[in-house]
């Protein structure tokens, strides 16, 4: 079983759609997460970064965590065709926030 | 967060020579991080790079195969050796600055 489990989609939605983006993880001992966008041929762009469990906003963008569950989301609320990119969730615990473990990515297309 | 600039942002290599890319940072940051995505995997940790010491390497790299440099607070370089096309994929630069924020990445294609 992988650390980190991300459904590689694709996922296709119309604009204005509420996007729901998931990862599970297996190692209680994460302490952080993360939720970047890839646009293609572009490096990561970190879009949302929490560590405690609950909901964190940020715009159109809601990251929540339950570590309970070890069950991380994203969701993006009236999604633009902006917006389609590939969403990758990252993981990590200890002393350094660059040592990540990171989910294969979700590929969402928003259609207008 | 920081302006990350890596060097090349593609190339195209033969087998059995090396590659250098190379990250600037415009901060200084005491992590650097060099990361590998290939087709259709998760970004993977190659090795942390800290300035004054030896790179550390993951398990499943060897720093015959990446050496790293880092020999200011600013910039470090990896070289990928002896290259094979499994070495194919895109190599990202990180750097720690209360998240880990990444530059364009190198695309690399070893024929």
């Known amino acids: ?112 | 967060s920081a302006v990350i600039s890596q060097k090349p942002s593609r190339d195209i290599c033969q087998r059995g020579t090396s590659l250098t890319i190379q990250c600037q940072v415009d901060s200084q940051v005491t992590m650097m991080f060099w990361y590998r995505q290939q087709p259709g995997q998760s970004l993977t940790l190659i090795a942390t790079a800290n300035q004054g010491s030896e790179a550390t390497y993951e398990s499943g790299f060897v720093i015959d195969k990446f050496p790293i440099s880092r020999p200011n607070l600013t910039f470090s370089t990896l070289t990928v050796s002896n290259m094979s096309p499994e070495d194919s994929s895109i190599y990202l630069c990180s750097v720690e600055m209360g998240a880990a924020f990444f530059g364009q990445g190198t695309r690399l294609t070893v024929v």
Do not use: H
Request: hydrophobic share 30%; charged share 20%.
């Open chain 1, 1 to 112: 079983q992988k650390e980190v489990e991300q459904d590689p989609g694709p996922l296709s939605v119309p604009e204005g759609a509420i996007v729901s983006l998931n990862c599970t993880y297996s190692n209680s001992a994460f302490q952080y997460f993360m939720w970047y966008r890839q646009y293609s041929r572009k490096g990561p762009e970190l879009l949302m970064y929490t560590y405690s469990s609950g909901n964190k906003e940020d715009g159109r963008f809601t990251a929540q965590v339950d570590k309970s569950s070890k069950y991380i989301s994203l969701f993006i609320r009236d999604s633009q065709p902006s917006d389609s990119a590939t969403y990758l969730c990252a993981m990590g615990y200890g002393g350094s926030q660059g040592n990540l473990i990171f989910g294969k990515g979700t590929k969402l297309s928003v259609k207008p």
